[in-house]
């Protein structure tokens, strides 16, 4: 059973840091794309940043500058580094990666870490 547990969301004030996890966990042969998505209530889900297995790197334009992306693959651990972080940024955060596993090849989803950026 493959699972993604996000964590290290939590309350910032306007301009500070926040660092998510997502760890993989279960029977993992390798995994693909690994990526970072974040929902606001009253808006649809939307990506943030997206890094493949090699270590290339993508940023929604809102994020560029302020937001990295990184993983660990020995630990299978995905990482967002969040700087500057801005009201709007405050959302659910959603790690996703495309996980080679014994069952097939699928796309997996974490739980969500709440980030909220308020004074």
């Known amino acids: 059973q493959v699972q993604l547990v996000e964590s290290g969301g939590g309350l910032v004030q306007p301009g500070g840091s926040l660092r998510l996890s997502c760890a993989a966990s279960g029977s993992i042969f390798s995994i693909n794309a690994m990526a970072w998505y974040r929902q606001a209530p009253g808006k649809e889900r939307e990506l943030v940043a997206h890094i493949i297995s090699g270590g290339s790197a993508n940023y929604a334009e809102s994020v560029k500058g302020r937001f990295t992306i990184s993983r660990d693959n020995a630990k299978n651990t995905l990482y967002l580094q969040m700087n500057n972080l801005k009201p709007e940024d405050t959302a659910l955060y959603y790690c996703?990666?495309?996980?080679?596993?014994?069952?097939?090849?699928?796309?997996?989803w974490g739980q969500g870490t709440q980030v909220t950026v308020s004074s």
């Open positions: 996703n990666a495309l996980i080679v596993a014994p069952s097939g090849t699928k796309g997996y």
